[in-house]
């Protein structure tokens, strides 16, 4: 089986989710170029990330949808079948969840807040299906109710303090503002990456799960110039950047939450037993991931970015696949990739692209020593690029 085919190719959206799209709030702003996730940008992606990153603007996350589960017993619910433990979750406390298969394999994820009453799932829109009609098959006789609350709430994100600007529902009194761990170590977590900062250690990002009411006051301040806006790909650029993965990119049917180094936040290694937990043992204590994930600093023209799925070689074979490119405002063409484990540190990688062969200068991320090892020598990143103009 080929790279390119392991890869889930990019959701295109149900009719129901294009209507959703048309009737985007965002999509008559000046400049808004919009697509069936959301808001790309307006016109200006680079000024965009750094607005972003500064909490200047806030983005919002078309990608995103919320599901919700209410009735008693559903953290420990959730405790019992996904990555995370989550019976003592607090109200308002973040964390994230993964869903495995029996072999450990990746099949949801979710970003998780409670109120106290109603746990808050975030997840990528092309997930949001799946995950519920999964999550409603494993309800048995408990006292849970999973719901799609999509049609009640959006979702919006930025800095902590730029999300002040938007006021996030509270229908239990507890604002439902999710602050991603990444890249944190959570409690049961354990983190592959060895560099000795992480890009991802000062990125401030948080979602707020807002009401249609709420995103569209937002969009109105927008257009009187109350509000600065970003759009995805600003947001994913971020996202990029801090090597944070995503379902909707770096997910396949094939990936381990090691070869992301997705257990630094998404998986308690000490909890009670859930679907794929043996696996997640056995690799972590015994084994190696047979794949890896890589950042890529690209060469080339900053107009020429690989697609996802985008094969990448050592010479002429094939030894992984990329999952996310983008244009970087600091670092400039940058990528994730996914890789096998086997595949040299200090390998010359190339990557296809539309307009040819370009080089890629690997970083490592999750070292090929990843899962049954002691210590590990930290790395030093390679020197960041001048800004982008």
């Given at each position: ?19 959703v ?33 500064s ?27 996904t ?6 979750l ?12 029996p072999?450990g ?9 409670d109120?106290?009453e ?13 995950l ?34 938007v ?7 507890v ?15 354990y ?70 180094d ?70 400039g063409p ?11 540190v200090?390998a010359?990688?190339?990557?296809e692209?539309?307009?040819g062969?370009?080089?890629?200068a ?5 070292p ?16 960041r ?5």
């Open positions: 089986m080929s790279w390119q085919r392991t890869h889930r190719p990019a959701s295109r959206g149900s009719n129901d989710e294009r209507h799209m048309m009737s985007d709030p965002f999509a008559g702003l000046p400049g808004a170029v919009v697509d069936e996730r959301g808001l790309r940008h307006l016109g200006n992606p680079l000024g965009e990330q750094r607005a972003l990153a909490g200047a603007a806030v983005a919002p996350l078309g990608d995103r949808t919320v599901l919700a589960v209410t009735g008693e017993d559903r953290l420990s619910w959730l405790d019992s079948l990555s995370q433990a989550l019976t003592a607090a109200p308002g406390e973040s964390t994230e969840l993964l869903v495995l298969d072999h394999h990746v099949e949801h994820a979710a970003s998780v807040i109120d106290g109603t746990a808050w799932l975030i997840v990528d829109r092309g997930d949001a299906e799946g519920l009609s999964w999550l409603r098959k494993m309800r048995f006789r408990l006292r849970v109710d999973p719901r799609d609350a999509g049609d009640e709430y959006a979702v919006i994100g930025g800095t902590s303090a730029a999300l002040d600007a006021a996030a529902a509270a229908p239990a009194d604002p439902l503002v999710w602050h991603d761990p990444w890249p944190g170590i959570t409690a049961g977590g983190g592959y990456a060895v560099v000795e900062q992480h890009p991802g250690a000062d990125r401030d990002w948080a979602e707020a799960i807002v009401t249609h009411a709420e995103a569209q006051r937002v969009a109105d301040a927008a257009a009187a110039g109350e509000v600065a806006l970003a759009g995805l790909l600003a947001a994913d650029a971020l996202r990029v950047a801090a090597w944070r993965p995503s379902w909707s990119a770096e997910v396949d049917e094939r990936v381990l939450p090691h070869e992301l997705w257990i630094r936040t998404a998986v308690h290694l000490s909890k009670g037993c859930y679907r794929g937990q043996e696996t997640v043992a056995k690799v972590h204590n015994l084994g190696h991931p047979p794949r890896r994930l890589v950042a890529l600093q690209l060469d080339g023209s900053d107009s020429v970015l690989p697609s996802r799925g985008a094969a990448v070689r050592v010479g002429a074979d094939v030894v992984g696949a990329v999952t996310s490119a983008i244009l970087h405002f600091e670092e940058i990528a994730l990739a996914v890789v096998r484990r086997g595949v040299p200090d010359e990688l190339t990557v692209t539309d307009a062969t370009i080089s890629a690997q970083e490592v991320i999750v090929p020593e990843a899962g049954a090892t002691a210590n590990v020598p930290r790395l030093t990143r390679l020197s690029r001048a800004p982008a103009k």
